[in-house]
């Protein structure tokens, strides 16, 4: 046994150069395989990572019909309240509330309809990376815009706007009937005024613009800066129609088309306020202290909120199950890859020991003339192909490590390809390698498998030489 | 240079060979027998099938309008989430082949002073809270105006139905309108044509007629789709009142048959045809 090692070792030496081009063909297959898959780890984890912490979170709870019809009512209640408990549950890490609505924007001349959201700029920095988007100006202010109590009209409030009304039908009447003479009548004096009081009692307006922070498409759309009004006009939870100046604080960019083009965000409490959902969100966005855990996490916190208001809590994967697939398509790509470099990879080592039983027939024949049997021959034409696969594999190994280690440093700049993103979520310019476990083992064991394959027709044909005429023909 | 071309070809024409002319009139003759039979035909078709069914959509549909008007109305609102009341000033200008609406809110204080405005295809409103005014493009006519079941294009309408429609009798019958004495009622049936820019499968419109021929509008059923059996939305007009000497329905409901017990309805107050407006009466200045 320990014969034949030796023996398997000295062949390997006799043909240097052969041995060294098809370990070196093994070497550079496993060192690239491992480096390729290094690269889309990276990749994944970026798209992963992208998703959740950019806006989506790790795992989001919503009101159970919201997500399908996204209607403005259907809301999670108690918000703060809720927030707490699911903050207080293990392996969570952070817990964010959110609200959305719909609105135009509008500055000067240009309106564009937007998406609202109002996020709690204290706790959102926990969750996602939100607060961090700013590429102009400043996020969000903790504290919300001070905003005076909305006060029921009295009787007698009542009463006089229904006289307003009334004077302000009256007035139209007047107006109208004198349309066919020259000049309009103005509206009747104090009116205005006297409304302005009322409104201000049932629906006030806060003491400053309300800060709201733009995407950097839709500014440059509305063309403003920061520092700028712009009137919001949306509809409540009344179905009011109401308009409100606000400021902008802050431009974001997300990477995110949709989101850069149509998001505009306002402090929380701020969207409750005008929305008339107070203590209510329409998503709490959590962060899991391990990404990893996040499916498990939401099926434990489901139960935990099971007995209140109906509520439901889905995964990051859940909630974007394109990415997911995105992944797993990439992944099967690249698996794809592999088994053809190997594939490859084989041929070469399938042709190199062929030539080398072939060339070794005189001496195959002698050795089994000796008395070697002819599973010690097929043994020892496999142990020449595993000797010479493992160490070329142990030199693809360090190869395949030392360009994982360059790209996890360095990483790999493609902006000269152009700006690109996956299913909205933008790729990094540099993209870097993640070393993982099965990135590794996988080419490893594949290659040794193929190996194994390849050699096993040799080492076969080797055993059935007959000696006498194995010694006779050459 | 050119004169002498110019003769010689006139007097080819003005002095055809007498050989030539036999021949065209053969021709004509045998073109004619077959013309004038379909003409007759057409015309005998048309005589016994389409009554003026556009025209008496278009007479309906304006009735409230006329070339130019001015109203005042109350709106009432009443849905699962809310119930609300409106005071609207509304002027309308379709003197220019694409209107021009202002509606303007009398109260309550909430919204008084607001007013949306439809000028060519653009949708403005105005807020008196911070005097501003949006302008939004006409993708928002599909929206509801100000919480209610009318759309804006509901109350700017910009959809006609008395045009992109294909007009089909469904029945006729007499009958009896109080305000009015006896009627003839229609139900017809509207499909849009085929290229045309529209929200709705099918729209059965009934009227009926007075002594006078005058169309009236009574009841409108909006589908989704043209093989629907349920209309995705109903309105209906009735108290019919004289107003500024002419009789018109003054109360249009619409009702969602899918959510039972919601229902907008428009009652007007004062109406005034063909007043005197012109362009300033539309423009931001009227807003403010």
Not at chain 1, 111 to 126: M, N
Request: charged share 20%; proline share 5%.
């Amino acid at each position: 046994m320990n014969a034949i090692a030796r023996i398997a070792f000295r062949n390997l030496g006799r043909n240097r150069r052969r041995s060294l081009i098809t370990g070196a063909g093994i070497a550079l297959g496993v060192g690239m395989c491992i480096a390729v898959l290094g690269i889309m780890e990276g990749l994944s984890a970026e798209l992963i990572n992208g998703t959740t912490d950019g806006q989506l979170g790790h795992i989001q709870v919503h009101h159970p019909d919201y997500l399908s019809r996204r209607q403005l009512l259907k809301t999670v209640q108690q918000a703060p309240v809720l927030s707490e408990k699911v903050a207080a549950q293990p392996g969570i890490a952070a817990v964010s509330g959110r609200l959305y609505g719909w609105a135009y924007l509008s500055y000067r001349q240009r309106a564009i309809g937007v998406q609202l959201l109002g996020v709690d700029p204290v706790h959102e920095g926990a969750v996602t990376r939100m607060p961090r988007q700013i590429v102009a100006g400043s996020f969000l202010p903790a504290a919300p815009t001070p905003w005076p109590a909305s006060k029921q009209l009295s009787e007698a409030q009542a009463a006089q706007d229904r006289a307003l009304t009334e004077q302000a039908i009256a007035s139209a009447f007047d107006q109208i009937e004198q349309l066919d003479a020259a000049p309009a009548v103005p509206a009747p004096a104090g009116l205005a005024a006297q409304t302005q009081a009322i409104v201000e009692q049932i629906a006030p307006t806060p003491s400053k613009p309300p800060a709201v922070v733009l995407g950097n498409k839709l500014a440059r759309n509305l063309g403003v800066r920061p520092g700028d009004l712009v009137t919001v006009l949306y509809e409540n939870a009344q179905g009011a129609q109401l308009s409100l100046q606000v400021q902008v604080v802050g431009i974001s960019r997300t990477g995110t088309d949709l989101l850069d083009r149509t998001r505009a965000l306002l402090h929380l409490a701020d969207l409750q306020q005008m929305l008339g959902l107070q203590e209510q969100v329409h998503e709490l966005a959590i962060r899991a202290q391990q990404p990893q855990q996040a499916q498990a996490l939401a099926a434990s916190l489901q139960q935990v909120l099971s007995g209140g208001q109906a509520l439901s809590v889905q995964d990051w994967a859940a909630l974007r199950p394109d990415i997911l697939a995105l992944i797993t398509s990439n992944r099967m790509l690249m698996g794809s890859l592999v088994f053809i470099v190997f594939l490859i990879a084989g041929s070469g080592v399938l042709n190199t020991m062929l030539m080398s039983v072939l060339e070794r027939q005189k001496e195959l024949s002698m050795m089994k003339a000796l008395g070697l049997s002819a599973p010690g021959v097929t043994w020892l034409v496999l142990l020449e192909t595993l000797l010479l696969t493992l160490l070329a594999t142990a030199a693809g190994l360090v190869l395949g490590l030392g360009l994982i280690l360059y790209l996890q440093q360095v990483g790999w700049d493609i902006r000269s390809f152009g700006e690109f993103s996956l299913s909205g979520v933008e790729v990094a310019p540099v993209l870097r390698a993640e070393l993982t476990a099965s990135g590794v083992v996988i080419p490893l064991v594949a290659m040794w498998l193929i190996a194994i394959l390849a050699a096993l027709h040799p080492a076969i044909r080797a055993a059935r030489i007959s000696p006498a005429l194995g010694m006779r023909s050459a | 240079m050119l004169s002498p071309v110019f003769h010689l070809r006139r007097s080819r024409t003005v002095h055809p060979s007498p050989f030539r002319w036999k021949d065209s009139m053969a021709t004509y003759r045998t073109l004619t027998v077959p013309l004038t039979l379909l003409l007759s035909l057409a015309a005998h078709a048309s005589a016994a099938d389409s009554l003026p069914l556009q025209q008496w959509i278009k007479q309906a549909e304006t009735i409230l309008r006329g070339d130019t008007s001015a109203a005042i109305m109350s709106m009432k609102i009443k849905k699962e989430a809310y119930q609300r009341e409106y005071d609207l000033m509304v002027l309308t200008d379709d003197r220019a082949e694409s209107s021009k609406v202002l509606i303007k809110m009398l109260g309550p204080a909430l919204w008084r002073g607001n007013a949306t405005v439809k000028v060519d295809d653009k949708i403005s409103f105005y807020d008196p809270r911070n005097s501003r005014v949006t302008v939004m493009g006409s993708s928002m006519l599909g929206d509801n105006w100000m919480g209610s079941h009318f759309s804006n294009d509901d109350l700017m309408r910009e959809t006609d139905l008395s045009r992109h429609y294909d007009y089909q009798l469904l029945q006729q019958q007499a009958g009896q309108e109080e305000g009015i004495g006896a009627v003839r009622h229609y139900t017809i049936k509207l499909s849009p044509k085929p290229t045309a820019p529209v929200a709705w499968g099918k729209v059965v419109y009934q009227l009926y007629l007075d002594g006078q021929q005058r169309a009236y509008p009574k009841q409108l059923d909006y589908f989704q789709r043209a093989e629907d059996a349920q209309a995705a939305r109903t309105l209906s007009y009735s108290a019919l009142k004289a107003m500024d000497g002419k009789t018109v329905p003054t109360r249009m409901t619409m009702l969602l048959p899918a959510k039972r017990g919601e229902f907008t309805e428009i009652e007007y107050r004062k109406l005034k045809f063909n007043v005197k407006v012109s362009a300033e009466n539309f423009g931001e200045r009227a807003l403010q």
